[in-house]
């Protein structure tokens, strides 16, 4: 991607030449003849650096370069100064500039300096981008108090000699990487992490997912498979949505957490692993056990250790950090500049209780950065809950109308039934006492989808 240079300077056949040779040396070049729409453009679209002239009429090039220092610390600034204002431009580097120029100057010499200068950058954000994903090697991100405490609890249970873990939480509070965490701060790092979803698969295709089937066992199965169970020996065996496993498999998955051994699909020889089996769940499993839809043995088996994730409301400090590592990381997997949060968005955004948590934060800027990227995001440009929150925070005055006080104490019933059940829609129209068919209809009139 080309780099963004921006060009303040007054003299504009000055700025149309700079344009134009800028451009046929692979620049992007943008341009404004004072400092204050320098200062405008910055805050529209990022640059990766910028061409400063000294003498500018109102703010002086010194005031922007103050300004620029403290609003955008990271931007390269090169001063550009007339013959005899040399003194100037040194003070200038001294203020913040990165560099300096002296009219007049030779196209090559400026071409040279700024290249040096964006391949200095682009080194120094290489080396910070590797540092933050040594950092974060655990996926774990954040360091608030519960992430805190959730880490140390991970690598205590992580270097124990327990097989059996179950993971609680809300959906979307990144259960699976927690249980990748585990995996990768285990003695059984070496070997595989194995992800099923309980819930993705057709049930008469799960056992023999889990623990293979031979050729001929069922429709279908032209050869012999291996099962996760096989491919995890040895490592780790992730199962998310654990309250999903079929009734009928319950008591065969229960067989092998007891002692290792399992048996393939139309096969008639057992065969054994040594996995470390870590579960998952946004399910209260208790009132399952009570209403018989999941055995109370396993559950109790798989109980050995139980970790809670915190949901992302309860992890408020944590906020600016997921921001930063999804932008970071939807910006290079777009191919484009990564988008900003002014401080305004970044107030709406805590305001926000976050019912799909950090799976609907990492949508979220997914979805801005394929909308406006490398643009600062306004309030205004988030979806329509964002606004809803803001509405339901604010008191009803008395001169609404009717029909305006019921559509607010509609939107927080529904919002409050989304995030006691975890963003889940069924189960907030359960809570609600309506059908699927009708909660959605309101979500759509409500503009809440």
């Known amino acids: 991607m080309r780099s963004q240079i921006l060009i303040v300077d007054d003299e504009k056949s000055f700025v149309r030449s700079m344009t134009f ?16 729409d320098a200062l405008n453009a910055l805050a529209m679209t990022p640059a990766d650096l910028m061409l400063l002239d000294l003498r500018l009429p109102g703010m002086s090039g010194m005031d922007v370069l103050a300004e620029t220092t403290r609003l955008y610390p990271d931007l390269p600034v090169v001063m550009i100064s007339a013959h005899g204002d040399t003194r100037s431009a040194v003070q200038a580097v001294k203020a913040g500039a990165t560099d300096y120029l002296t009219k007049p100057f030779a196209l090559d010499e400026l071409l040279h300096l700024i290249r040096s200068i964006t ?11 590797h540092r933050k994903r040594t950092a974060n090697s655990s996926g774990l991100v954040g360091s608030s108090q519960p992430m805190k405490a959730l880490w140390q609890t991970v690598q205590r249970v992580a270097a124990s000699s327990t097989g059996r873990i179950l993971l609680l939480g809300e959906s979307g509070t990144g259960k699976a990487v927690v249980a990748r965490a585990i995996h990768q701060q285990s003695p059984r790092a070496e070997g595989a992490f194995v992800e099923i979803n309980c819930a993705a698969l057709p049930e008469q295709l799960i056992e023999a997912e889990l623990f293979g089937a031979e050729k001929g066992a069922y429709t279908g199965a032209h050869q012999k498979r291996s099962g996760l169970v096989a491919l995890a020996h040895g490592g780790t065996l992730f199962l998310d949505e654990i309250g999903e496993l079929p009734p009928s498999l319950q008591a065969k998955f229960l067989h092998f957490l007891e002692n290792g051994d399992y048996r393939p699909v139309g096969g ?7 996995v470390r089996v870590v579960a998952a ?18 559950f109790f088996r798989l ?45 709406r955004l805590c305001a926000y209780r976050w019912p799909g948590n950090v799976r609907e934060l990492r949508n979220l800027v997914e979805r801005l950065t ?30 609404i109308s009717l029909d305006q006080q019921l559509q607010h104490t509609e939107r927080g019933m529904i919002l409050q039934a989304l995030e006691q059940s975890g963003g889940h829609k069924g189960r907030a129209a359960e809570k609600l006492g309506m059908s699927r068919h009708a909660f959605k209809r309101r979500l759509q009139r409500l503009g809440l989808t």
């Not at 040779?21 to 204050?36: K, P, Q, Y």
């Not at 008639?268 to 040594?274: I, L, Y």
């Not at 406006?372 to 001169?399: C, M, S, W």
Request: hydrophobic share 35%.
């Open 370 to 399: 394929i909308l406006h990227p490398g643009q600062p995001i306004r309030p205004d440009q988030l979806p329509a809950e964002f606004t809803a929150t803001a509405t339901a925070e604010t008191p009803v005055d008395a001169a």
């Open 281 to 298: 769940t946004n399910r209260a499993l208790e009132e399952d056990v009570r209403s018989g839809r999941f055995r109370e043995d396993l």
């Open 303 to 347: 109980n050995v250790i139980e970790l809670t994730v915190p949901p992302l409301r309860e992890r408020g400090e944590d906020l600016q950090e997921l921001l930063d590592v999804f932008i970071e990381s939807q910006a290079r997997e777009e191919g484009c500049r990564p988008i900003a949060i002014p401080p305004e968005t970044l107030e």
């Open 268 to 274: 008639t020889v057992s065969h054994t692993a040594d």
């Open 21 to 36: 040779a800028l451009g046929e040396a692979g620049f992007g070049a943008r341009s404004a003849h004072t400092g204050e």
């Open 119 to 129: 391949d200095r950058t682009r080194m120094r954000d290489e080396l910070d981008y």
